[in-house]
T-cell receptor
Framework: AQTVTQSQPEMSVQEAETVTLSCTYD???????LFWYKQPPSRQMILVIR??????QNATENRFSVNFQKAAKSFSLKISDSQLGDAAMYFC??????????????FGKGTKLSVKP | GAVVSQHPSWVICKSGTSVKIECRSL??????MFWYRQFPKQSLMLMAT?????????EQGVEKDKFLINHASLTLSTLTVTSAHPEDSSFYIC?????????????FGPGTRLTVL
């Protein structure tokens, strides 16, 4: 069975500092996607960043970057220059790539990030 | 990006009544829609996957006779909670899949908060 584990229920970071959120996953598939989603208090799910498993290069989106270690099945999110608006729940998610159609997302339990001014 | 709407955003109902929640993809056609349930301070749990024109696939433990899902068109899926009870109170989130040769992503609706008295 595919599982996603986030071992940090809560994290805190000082504004303008850098923080790393951890995520590990378990799968026997070779073709899949990994995601980080942000859920602010409004509860709207927002895609932060995605990584295709076949790509060796780590994905980056402005202040957000990932460290994808396929062999270790690790997918951490680094937030640089943290801003107050980054405070939210962050969910790591996994999805198998079935080609023309896509499987459902499997979510971790989430990490609540607080940003201190 | 693609937009998914949900209606209503919140609903309060009496125990024993039925409630219908609509999920619409506003600017794209979604052959697959997903329904999630999220309890306070918890992760998203997939309830069912619905494909346009066919019966929904329910996750283990989800009562299909209680949570009726209809995906009658490429832009609309509905979730009906029948004979609602207080334990059905939760936050329900839908997502719509946009799949292509080089692009695939799920877009989330803003969620519906259901409170059963």
């Amino acid at each position: 069975a595919q599982t996603v584990t986030q071992s940090q229920p809560e994290m805190s970071v000082q504004e303008a500092e850098t923080v790393t959120l951890s995520c590990t996953y378990d799968t026997s598939e070779s073709d899949y996607y990994l995601f980080w989603y942000k859920q602010p208090p409004s509860r709207q799910m927002i895609l932060v960043i995605r990584q295709e498993a076949y790509k060796q290069q780590n994905a980056t989106e402005n202040r957000f970057s990932v460290n994808f270690q396929k062999a270790a099945k690790s997918f951490s999110l680094k937030i640089s220059d943290s801003q107050l608006g980054d405070a939210a729940m962050y969910f790591c998610a996994y999805r198998v790539n079935y080609g023309g159609s896509q499987g459902n997302l499997i979510f971790g339990k989430g990490t609540k990030l607080s940003v201190k001014p | 990006g693609a937009v998914v709407s949900q209606h209503p955003s919140w609903v309060i109902c009496k125990s024993g009544t039925s409630v219908k929640i609509e999920c619409r993809s506003l600017d794209f056609q979604a052959t697959t829609m997903f329904w999630y349930r999220q309890f306070p301070k918890q992760s998203l749990m997939l309830m069912a996957t619905s494909n346009e024109g066919s019966k929904a696939t329910y996750e283990q433990g989800v009562e299909k006779d209680k949570f009726l899902i209809n995906h009658a068109s490429l832009t609309l899926s509905t979730l009906t909670v029948t004979s609602a009870h207080p334990e059905d109170s939760s936050f329900y989130i839908c997502s719509a899949g946009l799949w292509g040769v080089t692009y695939n992503e799920q877009f989330f609706g803003p969620g519906t908060r259901l409170t059963v008295l």
